[in-house]
């Protein structure tokens, strides 16, 4: 039967034509209706009358319960109430280039027909969040892409700080500069910067050479040509930054991202000379950026959607706190705490002591107090936002020559080690007494001291007089919606200048704690109650005083189990049955008699879990060997692999593409490079496998390290073996974990001449190692708890499956399969085609069968030389080779198993 589609095609001068949907509500009602109030702030002095004359009718009753399907067709914009429109149809269809938001929660304003309901429902939750609350970011087609190269312009104390935060997260760096000495001195911030984060351990030395690797240093643009984003940090210098981007324009592809690192200026100056104003934004940094956690994402009215979804990617990429704010002078942060150094200025104007100003400030609980802080970012920064501030505020602007008077007096705080402190390397910052006759210049020239003679404050007056224009200030931000919410203020300050989360007398905290948990008790409207901590901190411990308040069940008198040597089996259950425990660190915990198939009988499998979390309970209840409660994995940064045959290069690709260094040992130069090839054809077949990219293979090799010798065993974490064992011993720090990745010799041989029988311990893999996913770990009597939770841990790392098995010839897996390898020669001998037992057993489900697999290959070498069983070509499948019948007929011959010489027949 024949239907009718009628399609409403809306006036021009209405929403729906010129490449439109419908822009949503025009918000500039609002000042005509605050208008009819003679500026009294109550809403029953407005005329109200003037809001449209709309009702949630047409969305709810008319649209989507009624009985004949609706469908939005959506060209262009469709924002506010225009996408709720939208989503009131029973369908919708839309141009890849349509534009969805519901802008008006970004102004306070919930959209009035169920929008925060409806959108959740159809795009899911984090994309909903995304359309409505992230500035700029509409489209719901929008994919973040890839950033993997990004190009730093200047090597200072910020371009230098911003490297290093792209190199420790694996992104490629092209670091420009004016001149090879700037060039240098840019390389030597970065390797300085990259020593203190191992010093800080929060890097490891091998990823510190890995991240230098990703470095390349430029002197002009011809590096630019393939990068993904370009930021900019130069000195704060209009005509300079307006240069530098009519020139990367040029060059840099259409998809690159041109971001600034300026903190004071207006973004459309420094881009009115491009014409890529879609593409230009801000990435502020905080001074040191590859350690301050805040990314502020600055947004013209031109900037595309894309270049903001891109850089909140990068920015969680490197592991900061991304924040989008508007457009202007200082964005948020430092227009927020401009008046910050200006209030401080002021007092030292007035008469106060610097270094008291610094110790009432970090007091409070900034980290470091206002001149320490100008002390570290560098005068030049501040020299050069001065007339920025000025033309901006006007008189809101203190106008000092502080600064100027001490480059005047050769300081130039931390960069040279003089400022209003004294910045000496490896020591903590010392106030400089020397620096008080610029101070008292100053003043002299400032003359606000009534009648010469400095002021007279209390430390809560100096803090006041610093932080209420800083409030003051961040009204003036939201007022001008530089930011969306307050919420994105405050997180901006907490991480990016550091601004205390929380101030509280301790002494109060229990009382209030009392008293706010018995009121949210009480209450009926409260379902649950969330206890949480401030600065990273729960709850400092447990008072011992308690003892006197606990409520007894059973026992009328605390009880507390002191541990010292070993408590297992029913001997840990005693201690858990007690009301605390204390122990020596040496203390050996566990329930052994799990891992006989014996139950607790006095209920530790459920007691253990309650006190210390149930996966270290699980490790201590199942793990043999690892009863330490205490105890913790190490960590391996490097491991030397002795043996670069078909397994040693296995386990030493394994342990490259998990970021582990390696070193290759071998008994010679042919040898080694042997070991070197099969390493690179490994990681080559990962990258044709999927699993692994071709980025990532020069950075494997770039960890590994070739050796004739033990020279380079000096400051590895552990030595995996496949035949010797005395000597290195010799080599090894008492720290060294020693594996063996032999498959079937009993580990008591192997270490008997030895006098570290506790490090010794099995690290069988399989073959290929770098693919089959077991690692069986191999424990004796006397292999330390230690060494059998690092091995673990590594295997984890190296995304094994650990299994820890005992000791024995064969182990648990070669023993339980050495006869799957004898029955398929024995039935070979019998006169079966090789070929087809591999078929059969292949059929059963088996990857390979054994004749493949490296198990049975008992005559040729195997896959190592590509002739065995099956003929091995570069890129293709193996090939059975009829070639080696002659080699199994003289096998048969000798067996003498075929009866009366003639093939046994089998099913």
Known sequence: MPFLILVVVLDSELPGAGGKFCGGFDINVFTKVHQTGNGMPFTLCWDVSLMPDVSVELVSNLMEEGKKPSVAAIQGLALGGGLELAMGCHGRISTPEAQLGLPELTLGIFPGFGGTQRLPRLVGLPKAIEMML????????????????????????????????????????????????????????????????????????????????????????????????????????????????????????????????????????????TNSQDRIIGAHFFSPAHIMPLLEIVRTEKTSPQAILDL????????????????????????????????????????????????????????MGPFQLQDVAGYGVAMAVKDIYADAFGERNLDSNLVDLMIKDGRQGKINGKGYYIYEKGGKPKPDPSVQHVIEEYRKGAKAMPGGKPVSLTDQDILEMIFFPVVNEACRVMDENVVIRASDLDIASILGMGFPKYSFAASDFFDGLTEKYGEAMARDDVKAIVLTGAAGKFCGGFDINTFAQIHQTEGAKPSVAAIQGLALGGGLELTMACHARISTPQAQLGLPELT???????????????????????????????????????????????????????????????????????????????????????????VKRGSLTKDRINKAMSLLKCALDYSEFKDVD?????????????????????????????????????????????????????????????????????????????????????????????FAVNRAFFPYGQSAKLLVSLGIDVFRI?????????????????????????????KGYYIYEKGRKPKPDPSVQHVIEEYRKRARTTPGGKVFILM
């Open 718 to 810: 552990m030595v995996i073996e496949q035949s010797i064992f005395s000597d290195i011993e010799k080599i090894c720090p008492p720290h060294w974990i020693l594996a063996t990745n032999t498959s079937t010799i009993d580990l008591n041989v192997i270490g008997e001449k030895t006098n570290s029988q506790d490090r010794i311990i099995g690290a069988h893999f399989f073959s290929p190692a770098h693919i089959m996913p077991l690692l069986e770990i191999v424990r004796t009597e006397k292999t330390s708890p230690q060494a059998i939770l690092d091995l673990i841990t590594l295997g984890k790392i190296v995304k094994k499956v650990p299994v820890v098995v005992g000791n024995c010839t064969g």
């Open 596 to 686: 006989l198939g014996i139950i607790p009988g006095s209920g530790g499998t459920q007691r253990l879990p309650r006190l210390i979390g149930l996966p270290k309970a699980i490790e201590m209840m199942l793990v043999p060997g690892v009863t330490n409660v205490q105890l913790k994995p190490r960590q391996i940064r490097k491991v030397a692999v002795i043996g670069g045959g078909l397994m040693g290069a296995g386990i030493a690709t394994a342990l490259l593409v998990s970021n582990i260094s390696v070193v290759l040992k071998e008994v010679n130069a042919q040898f080694l490079q042997r070991g070197q090839n099969m390493i690179a054809a490994n990681l080559e077949g990962l």
């Open 838 to 866: 591999d078929r059969v057993i292949s059929s059963f489900g088996m990857p390979m069968g054994p004749f493949q697999s490296e198990i049975s290959v008992f005559i040729f070498s195997g896959k190592s030389n590509g």
């Open 312 to 367: 909140i990617t990068v920015g969680k990429i490197i592991k900061k706190v991304p924040v989008v704010v508007g457009n202007c002078t200082g964005f948020a942060v430092n227009r927020t705490f401009f008046p910050y150094t200006q209030g401080s200025h002021l007092l030292v104007s007035l008469g106060i002591d610097v270094f008291r100003i610094d110790r009432v400030i970090s007091s409070f609980g900034m980290p």
């Open 134 to 273: 992230v500035p700029g970011v509409t489209d719901i087609q929008l994919k973040p892409r890839q950033i993997r190269k990004v190009a730093v312009i200047g090597g200072g104390l910020m371009g230098s700080g911003i490297a290093t935060a792209l190199l420790v997260s694996n992104i490629s760096v092209v670091l420009k500069e004016v001149n090879p000495q700037f060039l240098q001195r840019g390389e030597k911030m970065i390797a300085g910067n990259l020593e203190g984060l191992v010093k800080r351990g929060s890097l490891t030395k091998d990823k510190m050479n890995k991240a230098m690797s990703l470095l390349k240093g430029a002197l002009d643009y011809s590096d630019f040509k393939d990068v993904d984003m370009v930021i900019e940090a130069v000195i704060e210098k209009i005509p300079l930054k307006q240069s530098i981007f009519a020139d990367i324009e040029k060059i840099c592809p259409k998809h690159c991202i041109l971001a600034t690192n300026t903190s004071t200026i207006d973004l459309n100056v420094v881009g009115e000379k």
